[in-house]
């Protein structure tokens, strides 16, 4: 059976071929099982394919990926890295906005924790798990995103040209092996959170390689 998934025009096509197949079908079921199970699940439900809407296919400049949603109430918001604004900045994402402002020699011109700024300028923020359920991180691992969300960076490496793809931590990095050096930006570094950001994010300079390649290729520089 098909599944019908809302998702911004561009990704539906890109991924059409998913919303047929069976692992999808059973992960749909999953998930709307554990929503109406009367567990706190996150993102809302609403913003599960978030991501997707908000930064169109044909408009996507950069990946920044990250492993799956944030867990405590009020936070996740269906953007890897980024809480609604009024939420007080998580660990890793106070590392990033670190590293912005040592790598531009300027603080982030976001105004809040909210990277939804990002997102409307190119910035695809993916979660390779895209819902868990409330205090348990990774709850929803292995139910069939990581195969969803690796079909659509998969698109974007073969479909499209001249994209950068940032891969923080062990994790994201596996990724680089479907990803075509000779036709995208691969960028690598640990991961921002506590634990791992001295061990090379930081200094890693992402955010100005990223830039310098883009307008290289004639699209215009992330505002970060």
């Not at 990704?11 to 992960?27: M, R």
């Not at 706190?40 to 913003?47: E, K, Q």
């Not at 923080?168 to 036709?183: E, H, L, P, Q």
Request: proline residues 6%; glycine residues 8%; contains cysteine.
């Amino acid at each position: 059976m098909r599944v019908d998934v809302r998702m911004e025009e561009g990704w539906k096509k890109a991924l059409d071929e998913e919303f047929g197949k069976l692992y999808f079908e059973i992960l749909t079921s999953f998930v709307r099982s554990a929503y109406c199970s009367g567990q706190a699940i996150y993102p809302p439900a609403r913003h599960i394919f978030r991501a997707f809407d908000v930064c169109p296919f044909e408009k996507t400049r950069v990946v920044i990926l990250g492993q799956d949603p944030y867990h405590e109430p009020g936070q996740a918001e269906g953007l890897a890295f980024s809480v609604p604004s009024g939420i007080s900045t998580p660990p890793s994402l106070r590392n990033i906005l670190t590293e912005i402002q040592n790598d531009l020699g300027q603080p982030s011109q976001l105004a809040s924790a909210h990277l939804g700024p990002w997102a409307e300028q190119g910035v695809l923020l993916l979660n390779a798990t895209l819902t868990v359920e409330a205090h348990r991180a990774g709850s929803h691992q292995g139910k069939g995103w990581e195969t969803f969300t690796d079909a659509a960076i998969e698109a974007l490496a073969k479909q499209r040209e001249h994209v950068v793809f940032m891969l923080w931590g062990s994790y994201a990095r596996r990724k680089a092996a479907m990803i075509d050096r000779s036709r995208h930006l691969v960028l690598e570094a640990p991961h921002p959170s506590p634990l791992s950001a001295h061990r090379g994010f930081f200094g890693c300079k992402h955010f100005s390689q990223a830039n310098a390649y883009l307008q290289d290729h004639g699209f215009e520089p992330i505002v970060w």
